[in-house]
């Protein structure tokens, strides 16, 4: 290829319009947006509305869908779902296991409103037969919005041959959402199984691939991790959004020393 | 008349009809510029739904001191730099290069020479990422340095800086034929 001359300004700039021309919008965008919006908010509001929480004093041991109440107002103030919903018990470790679950609920319901890409709350998964624990230590290893498939688990945990008892394990998850097994798929990449159906599990991993990681804030130039408690009270226009903190660091932010976003 | 604040007041209330005009004045704009921060189409036209998704969604979080453009653009930027992020490990945009030097051979591009369009898409390749974004919004758009610098949560002399030095790179790329 013979090598130009280099363009003058005007030539640049003929040339920087020409490539970046707005392109034609595919028909029906905008329904197709609404549609999606409307699915993946009902699925939400439901997941809010539907599942409670029980934490141990050592961590959350349980997120399951709650029977059908009977009427409203019976159940002993569970009737909040992953709202606030005071569970009575006595003594100290009864109150930090409350404080767990009231945590765990919060970090919930602001994961599945797009504004959390961590937990911070613990796991108790003790009570686990030794296997299972370890599919699901290795399964929280997957980084958030990506995904990994059963064999992958099963090789790690050095069981390479027990790809169904991972499948297994993984399907009876008592702690769903926060132990991510709907980050498992199969190695074609198709969905595999979920216990909550793969309508939901699909949704999940879209919902976590709309949600960014690290995110700045304009005024205090502090980049954290999304869902950091020391952000929270960034106002939504100061938000922007990193690739990484090497990049967040050009434009002249510095790393949260709360959520510490190098180390994520 | 239908400013776009008038609508995004609409959107707020979820009026799809409010929300489709916005969707038609802007969505090829942001096309275009998913299109050059990402490479391909199928992946332009998800950072594109998903952007306007948390648009319609999080309508209640705008603010009327942004023009709405302003604010489309840095939900819309956000979507593409975390998209960016994900696939960082993975193979960058080969294939789609190759489709558009196919697309250059059949002689594509009527306003500016194929040739040149295909030079263009690799001198960008090598202003570094926060530039390309911003001379991507500013040519698509033309957007104002104030606004680019809101967008991107940087001071405007920033701006001023990561644009002249991504023209120079561009000046350099296109005219000396290095690297080819």
Known sequence: MTARPRPDDLRLEEWLSGYFRPEPIPAGLARRIVRAATTMEETMKTIARTFSIQATRNGVALVARRRPAPSTGGAGGRAGGIGPAPEGRAGRAGASADRLAAQARRELREYLNGERSFFSVPVDLSALPEFQRRVLEETMRIPFGEARSYTWIARRIGRPRAVRAVGTALGRNPVPFIVPCHRVLRSDGSLGGYAFGLGMKRRLLELERATPLLEGCRSTHIVCRVGCGAAQRMRSDHRVVFGSVAEARTAGYRPCRVCRPAAA | ?180
């Open chain 2, 1 to 180: 008349m239908n400013t776009d604040r008038t609508l995004m007041r609409q959107v707020v209330h979820r009026d799809e009809r409010a929300f489709a005009l916005l969707v038609e004045r802007y969505g090829g704009r942001m096309l275009a510029v998913a299109r050059r921060l990402l490479g391909s189409q199928a992946d332009a036209e998800d950072a594109v739904q998903r952007a306007f998704l948390r648009c319609y969604l999080g309508a209640a979080g705008y603010r009327v001191e942004w023009a709405v453009s302003t604010w489309l653009y840095r939900i819309l930027t956000n979507v593409c730099i975390d998209e960016m992020r994900r696939r960082r490990s993975r193979s960058t945009g080969s294939e789609a290069l190759t489709r558009e030097t196919a697309a250059a051979a059949n002689g594509r591009g009527d306003s500016i020479d194929a040739v040149a369009r295909l030079d263009v898409r690799r001198a960008l390749r090598r202003v570094p990422r926060e530039a390309r974004i911003l001379v991507t919004l500013r040519y698509v758009d033309g957007l104002s340095y104030g606004e680019l610098a809101r967008i991107r949560g940087i001071s405007v002399n920033t701006v001023k800086s990561q644009l002249a030095r991504a023209r120079s790179i561009l000046r350099g790329a296109l005219g000396g034929g290095k690297g080819r």
